[in-house]
């Protein structure tokens, strides 16, 4: 049986006449479009102001053969013809052996640094109605991510549920918007309402800050380097601020998906996530109205019952060390039989083979129940599921 490989995060390359063709009238004149530049093609926005070098999309594949040849200087005759082309794209899936991708854009992911509100909407505008064309190819295996400008919610509500209409299957906003327009303010609850009531996942993909420098435009500094090596510190606080305000409470069909930063950071992130809302309550002022048992053995009670106490990581074994002492020392031990509670949102060991006999099945009726789980049954795990921020890393 052939293997079932799918792409969760792909690329497209817009090509050079998008904006020409497709952007509203009023904006054409201030429309992204490809020069070049000292022998090499940029994006250039408005009159003068270059965003970025196409080198790193016209270097696509080099990364496994010849890494030290990538580089920012690039022409579009480089560009591979199945980035704007989707005919020639599905041969290049079936030629990698892919059944499925996820469709991001590749310079249009600097477009969220557009400083100018109403621009940057047209520019996306005319973006997604490119990408539903594309996808519309073979809609079944092409799964387009809109771009949503949010600086205007209500307008953002419009593009997004314009989307939905034209068939994508997703929807991108920045990693992370102005730093007084954070994703815990009150503006954006009707987006998430919306976005939750169309069962649009959100993706916050690297790249997309609303502000900032773009890595490798305009003069080069040692900065640049060290902005990409903690580039998931922006999406980090983001993905913050919306479970610490209790967003995915108030919205539990919400879905979030982290694009393209690694993994390596979100289990001591969700640890001291963990921590600051068991300890700092005068800083974790929201607090959740129940939370997802995870002790081994326990199941959160009805008709008001106090739940078990919550940790973020499941229990740690006890070692035995050299001379018969164990790992834990007694205040450790102390600390471990006090009833802190937690947000319960870390990965744990887990019993899959129910999942892998009926995939299709109801997780709340023991698919992905924890190994020595005790209290059957799917109460405890629709209330597990419902809380549970739908976080994908």
Same mark, same amino acid.
């Given at each position: 049986?052939?293997?079932?490989?799918?792409?969760?995060?792909?690329?497209?390359?817009?090509?050079?006449?998008?904006?020409?063709?497709?952007?509203?009238?009023?904006?054409?004149?201030?429309?992204?479009?490809?020069?070049?530049?000292?022998?090499?093609?940029?994006?250039?926005?408005?009159?003068?102001?270059?965003?970025?070098?196409?080198?790193?999309?016209?270097?696509?594949?080099?990364?496994?053969?010849?890494?030290?040849?990538?580089?920012?200087?690039?022409?579009?005759?480089?560009?591979?013809?199945?980035?704007?082309?989707?005919?020639?794209?599905?041969?290049?899936?079936?030629?990698?052996?892919?059944?499925?991708?996820?469709?991001?854009?590749?310079?249009?992911?600097?477009?969220?640094?557009?400083?100018?509100?109403?621009?940057?909407?047209?520019?996306?505008?005319?973006?997604?109605?490119?990408?539903?064309?594309?996808?519309?190819?073979?809609?079944?295996?092409?799964?387009?991510?809109?771009?949503?400008?949010?600086?205007?919610?209500?307008?953002?509500?419009?593009?997004?549920?314009?989307?939905?209409?034209?068939?994508?299957?997703?929807?991108?906003?920045?990693?992370?918007?102005?730093?007084?327009?954070?994703?815990?303010?009150?503006?954006?609850?009707?987006?998430? =309402?919306?976005?939750?009531?169309?069962? @649009? %996942?959100?993706?916050?993909?690297? $790249?997309?800050? &609303?502000? +900032?420098?773009? !890595?490798?435009?305009?003069?080069?500094?040692?900065?640049?380097?060290?902005?990409?090596?903690?580039?998931?510190?922006?999406?980090?606080?983001?993905?913050?601020?919306?479970?610490?305000?209790?967003?995915?409470?108030?919205?539990?069909?919400?879905?979030?998906?982290?694009?393209?930063?690694?993994?390596?950071?979100?289990?001591?992130?969700?640890?001291?996530?963990?921590?600051?809302?068991?300890?700092?309550?005068?800083? =974790?002022?929201?607090?959740?109205?129940? @939370? %997802?048992?995870?002790?081994?053995? $326990?199941?959160? &009670?009805? +008709?008001?019952? !106090?739940?078990?106490?919550?940790?973020?990581?499941?229990?740690?074994?006890?070692?035995?060390?050299?001379?018969?002492?164990?790992?834990?020392?007694?205040?450790?031990?102390?600390?471990?039989?006090?009833?802190?509670?937690?947000?319960?949102?870390?990965?744990?060991?887990?019993?899959?083979?129910?999942?892998?006999?009926?995939?299709?099945?109801?997780?709340?009726?023991?698919?992905?129940?924890?190994?020595?789980?005790?209290?059957?049954?799917?109460?405890?795990?629709?209330?597990?599921?419902?809380?549970?921020?739908?976080?994908?890393?």
């Amino acid at each position: 049986m052939l293997s079932l490989v799918l792409s969760s995060d792909s690329h497209v390359f817009e090509p050079p006449d998008l904006w020409q063709t497709r952007i509203d009238r009023a904006f054409r004149d201030r429309a992204p479009r490809i020069e070049r530049i000292g022998g090499a093609d940029h994006i250039v926005v408005e009159a003068d102001q270059i965003l970025s070098g196409i080198g790193l999309i016209s270097n696509a594949g080099a990364r496994f053969e010849a890494p030290e040849t990538i580089s920012a200087q690039g022409r579009f005759e480089d560009v591979h013809r199945g980035g704007y082309d989707p005919e020639q794209h599905l041969e290049d899936m079936a030629l990698d052996g892919v059944a499925g991708e996820v469709l991001y854009p590749s310079q249009g992911l600097f477009y969220f640094k557009v400083a100018d509100t109403p621009l940057m909407s047209a520019i996306f505008r005319a973006y997604n109605d490119w990408l539903a064309d594309f996808c519309r190819t073979d809609p079944a295996r092409l799964k387009g991510i809109a771009m949503i400008n949010l600086d205007d919610v209500p307008d953002g509500i419009k593009e997004l549920e314009r989307a939905a209409r034209l068939g994508l299957s997703g929807a991108m906003i920045t990693e992370y918007p102005l730093e007084h327009r954070r994703y815990d303010g009150s503006e954006y609850e009707p987006f998430w =309402a919306a976005a939750a009531a169309l069962d @649009l %996942p959100l993706s916050l993909h690297t $790249a997309t800050r &609303r502000q +900032g420098k773009i !890595r490798g435009a305009g003069d080069k500094t040692l900065r640049d380097a060290s902005s990409r090596a903690t580039k998931a510190f922006y999406p980090a606080l983001s993905m913050c601020d919306l479970i610490f305000s209790g967003v995915f409470e108030r919205h539990p069909r919400l879905t979030l998906a982290i694009v393209e930063f690694e993994l390596a950071w979100a289990p001591h992130l969700l640890s001291t996530m963990d921590y600051t809302y068991r300890e700092r309550h005068g800083e =974790a002022i929201y607090r959740f109205k129940s @939370l %997802p048992s995870r002790r081994r053995g $326990a199941c959160p &009670r009805e +008709g008001g019952g !106090r739940h078990t106490p919550e940790r973020l990581l499941p229990p740690q074994r006890r070692l035995k060390l050299p001379g018969g002492r164990h790992r834990h020392s007694p205040a450790r031990r102390h600390r471990r039989r006090q009833h802190d509670v937690g947000l319960g949102l870390s990965a744990q060991r887990v019993d899959v083979s129910p999942i892998a006999q009926d995939p299709g099945g109801d997780p709340g009726r023991g698919a992905g129940r924890r190994t020595g789980q005790a209290c059957p049954g799917p109460r405890s795990g629709d209330r597990r599921r419902q809380h549970r921020p739908r976080v994908q890393i």
